[in-house]
């Protein structure tokens, strides 16, 4: 293999990670966007009563904190779901990124840093049960 | 009845005092992240520092929410900024893969030790980490790149070493890495001090490539970025589980500290007058030092 071709492999899975790295923060904030929108749309009170607003702010405040819950939520027409499907979204942006570069490095043959970024998407991944651990 | 106590404790804490709509929350909300989104990106600092204080001595939400709010920011506006850096091949992406297992295992350590930590202690540490950022900006950074670069196996074996284009000069300018096992353990650190205050923590990155693993200063700097975004997302992921991204507070911030950081990025650059960057340094100490009283105080 020369290394002229190696390059421009390697030019190609930059360039899709760069794609990768806009689009989804695109998507992510427009789904966002709407979620707030659904939010004050069905909740109309939001938009005079000054009571509210603790109840949304305070430690107690309930809102989903699992992707089955967010999705559930976002299923029955709820914002905050769709909000939390967006912001779901932008957090998994860097993580498929991490993706990508894996296919990248098993496509360029280079299994040392298969290994590596491997090693960072499983720890992304531990990331969302670690949080679960706590008492 | 506990609804009560917590409402008590809440207005003992001077929380909401001044009542408002959730409208008038969330457009509040997106303004002050839009202004912190320009000057995080102006002072070359990011928008978390600043959106944190922001959140929390102004509108007296709850520090955690502002953490998750703030990483969930970081994540949007450094994914941004990876991907022109990545278009115009100034990222080296291998040191931002290898140097990835320590951040996101520092942020993992981070997030999961600042959820069991008092929140008093996330205010001090918050402030103290303010205090270093500000000092740091005093800081001019010098281009080590280039200059004897000590030899370094491990740099050799996972082959570190590589080029960039720089249009001022038109051509293109190889490097050479060096120190890494340095670096593992100085981006483990800048992990830790992400997950546990929500923030990109590039005050800690870019000097430990440019300094310690000689990385040209634009390399640093793109490397940065791309990789604040993966350590966020650690962190964010455990925030995410522990109920401490609130989808209320957090849409607000996210929005606004991106649009804030692309204007800013887009309108002036980086601030070069010294007499303005010493006036923000001021604010930023002063700043700090509100932190660091709140939580004495607590």
């Known amino acids: 293999m020369s290394d002229r071709t190696d390059k421009e492999k390697s030019r190609q899975v930059e360039l899709l990670i760069s794609n990768l790295l806009r689009i989804g923060v695109a998507m992510s904030l427009a789904i966002v966007l709407i979620g707030t929108i659904v939010t004050f749309v069905r909740h109309p009170d939001y938009v005079s009563s000054k009571t509210e607003l603790h109840r949304l702010t305070t430690r107690d405040a309930t809102f989903p904190n699992t992707i089955a819950s967010s999705v559930n939520a976002a299923v029955h027409g709820q914002g905050r779901g769709i909000v939390m499907l967006g912001l779901l979204l932008l957090i998994a942006t860097p993580v498929m990124r991490v993706a990508v570069s894996i296919l990248g490095f098993v496509y360029e043959k280079d299994m040392m840093f298969v290994v590596i970024t491997t090693t960072v998407l499983a720890l992304l991944l531990l990331s969302f049960v670690l949080g679960r651990t706590e008492g | 009845m506990e609804l009560v106590k917590s409402d008590v404790r809440n207005v003992r804490r001077g929380r909401y005092t001044t009542p408002m709509t959730p409208l008038t929350f969330t457009l509040v909300t997106f303004g002050i992240s839009i202004a912190a989104g320009v000057l995080g990106s102006l002072l070359g600092l990011g ?252």
């Open chain 2, 47 to 298: 928008g978390g520092i600043i959106v944190v204080p922001a959140l929390t001595l102004f509108l007296h939400i709850d520090i955690r929410y502002a953490i998750g709010a703030s990483i969930v920011s970081v994540i949007a506006t450094s994914s941004g900024a990876a991907s022109a850096y990545v278009r115009e091949r100034l990222t080296n992406l291998r040191v931002a893969m290898s140097l990835e297992v320590a951040t996101t295992t520092g942020a993992l350590s981070g997030a999961y030790v600042g959820g069991m930590i008092g929140g008093r202690w996330l205010y001090i540490i918050f402030g103290l980490m303010l205090a270093y950022s500000a000092i740091a900006m005093l800081r001019k950074r010098k281009e080590l790149a280039g200059q004897d670069v000590p030899r370094d196996v491990i740099a050799d074996k996972l082959k570190l070493h590589d080029s960039y284009f720089d249009p001022a000069l038109a051509k293109e300018i190889s490097y050479r890495v060096t120190h890494t096992s340095l670096g593992v353990v100085l981006m483990y650190i800048a992990g830790v001090v992400s997950g546990l205050l929500g923030i990109g923590s590039g005050a800690l990155k870019v000097p430990a490539m440019d300094l310690a693993m000689r990385l040209p200063m634009k390399v640093s700097t793109a490397t940065s970025n791309f990789m604040i975004g993966v350590t966020a997302a650690a962190s964010a992921g455990v925030f995410f589980s522990r109920g401490d991204i609130n989808p209320f507070v957090a849409a607000p911030v996210a929005a606004g500290v991106l649009l804030g950081a692309t204007a800013g990025s887009l309108l002036l650059g980086r601030l070069k007058s010294s007499v303005v960057r010493g006036t923000f340094i001021i604010v930023l100490i002063w700043i700090s030092l509100e932190m660091l009283w709140k939580g004495v105080r607590a």
